[in-house]
Every structure is written in C-alpha cells, then in structure tokens.
C-alpha cells in the first residue's frame, strides 16, 4: 500500500543515508540538499552514476528535497533567474542519481506585525503579484520537466489559494505534481483540519505522487495518539501505492512511527 521512508539530513554521505534506510526496514530515503554533503556540486558525474547503483543494489528508492532556500516566488528578477538555474541543477543530480522525484516549496514572502502583534503576510497583501510569480515558476517547471523524475510541489504553511488555483490549472499538464504534507493539512494552532485544502486535494488526489507525514504534538513530531487524524489520508490514498516520508527524528523515532503506519494501513 505504502512504500515508507524517512528523511535524511544528518547521515554523512548518501550512502550512509542508504544503509541506514536499509538497516531499518526502510524502502525510501528522501535527502535534503540543504544539508551540505548532499549539495549536487560536491558530486562528478562518475559519483553520481554510483550512488544510482549503490541504491539499486541495495533495493532503497531515492527522493530529494529541494534546499531550503529555494523559492519560486522571488521578487527580484535577479534571485528568479538564479532559481531557476538552481531548479536545473537539483533535477538533473536528481535524474543522474536515480531519483523518484523532487520536493520543492512554494517559498515564503516578507512577513510584518501590526502593533496587535498579528503576522501580515506578503503574499496574502499582494496575492495577485505573487500569483504570477508562482504561475510563471510552475511554467518554467512545465518547460524543463523531464520524463523520469516528478517534479512535486508541497503544501507548505503558505499554501494560498491563489498557488492552488494556480496549481488546479496546470497539474493537469502532467509536468507538475504534488508532495501532501498531512500535518501541514491542519491548522498548528487548533489541530483541525483545513477544509479548503482538503477539498483541493480530493479533486487532484490523481496527482500527488509523494506524501509527507508528522505528528501533532510538534512540528514534527511523533505520530502515536493522532492515528484518528492520519487515518483519513492513509484511507484516501489506499490504493495509490505511494511513498510516505517519516519527517520526524531521530532515526528511532521514524522508525516507530512506521509501526503506527503499518498498524493503521492493516486495519483497512
């Protein structure tokens, strides 16, 4: 039903990440090119056709995370256009190393505080302007997509309506997918569920191809005592055979929250 795997932003190297996915029952590593012994320009093209077959004979899938800095709602034409060799390079590591896909965020605009100390947010003032920085992000991804790695944007915290409605127009290209972050699918203040994104994704399930998945208690934090809230993606995507990335550590901890995982799937 679910292929599981866990992220790795500590591991030394790539087959250190490896092994360790192996070593604990894992069938996925999704490595995060923040981390600097992940960065696509420490890596020849000889070091990466390796580490594609050093996953391969090992039977662990590769995913990668985009860094953290990336944005596809920069400001400045300069720092775009940056973006966008940057976005170039992480794909083509990516299909060099074999991997499945590639998580990016949206990125985050400016935030203020009015005097009441409420958070004002960049993207939500001028959600026109920054709807078109998306929408011409996500073209450029449709442009440069290649067959054999997906290409998923997240619904990180500032998943707006306008970046959906965007979305809604251009999944359907086949270029551009989704990682679903369940935990970022609820609020963090009240826990509940957030209804305008659950609507979204019932009507582009077709198009997730990578899941997300944390506790409750944290940010990322431990799944035990939230199965009610998980049970209702584990349900929806049953049938999808997809991968689900345990975003919570250390080691140990993910490793317990695949138990729950498992335990919730064979209850279907």
Not at 71 to 98: A, C, P, W
Not at 120 to 137: A, M
Request: proline share 3%; hydrophobic share 40%.
């Amino acid at each position: 039903m679910f292929k599981i795997g866990y992220r790795s932003i500590y591991n030394l190297n790539f087959r250190a990440a490896i092994f360790e996915a192996k070593r604990n029952g894992f069938s996925l590593v999704e490595v995060h090119l923040t981390s600097p012994q992940f960065l696509p320009n420490r890596y020849s093209k000889k070091q990466r056709q390796e580490i594609k077959k050093f996953a391969a004979k090992h039977g662990i899938t590769i995913q990668i995370h985009a860094s953290l800095e990336q944005s596809l709602i920069y400001i400045d034409l300069n720092l775009r256009e940056g973006e966008r060799k940057h976005l170039e390079t992480m794909v083509r590591f990516g299909q060099e190393i074999g991997a499945r896909c590639i998580t990016l965020h949206p990125g985050k605009a400016a935030i203020y505080h009015d005097s009441d100390g409420k958070k004002l947010k960049d993207d939500e003032i001028h959600s026109k302007f920054y709807k078109n920085l998306f929408k011409e992000s996500i073209k450029h991804i449709i442009s440069i997509a290649p067959d054999d790695i997906f290409i998923c944007i997240e619904n990180t915290d500032n998943f707006t309506p306008e970046y959906r409605q965007v979305l809604s127009k251009y999944l359907p290209s086949g270029k551009v997918f989704l990682t679903w972050d369940i935990r970022k699918n609820y609020s963090y203040i009240t826990n509940e569920l957030i209804k305008e994104q659950w609507k979204f994704l019932l009507k582009n399930k077709d198009y997730v191809k990578n899941l997300h998945i944390s506790g409750f208690n944290a940010a990322h934090g431990e799944l035990k005592g939230w199965e009610d809230k998980i049970e209702r993606f584990l349900k929806l995507f049953r049938d999808k055979d997809l991968p689900m990335i345990v975003e919570i550590m250390p080691l140990a901890d993910a490793v317990r929250a695949k138990k729950v995982i498992k335990t919730i799937s064979e209850s279907f």
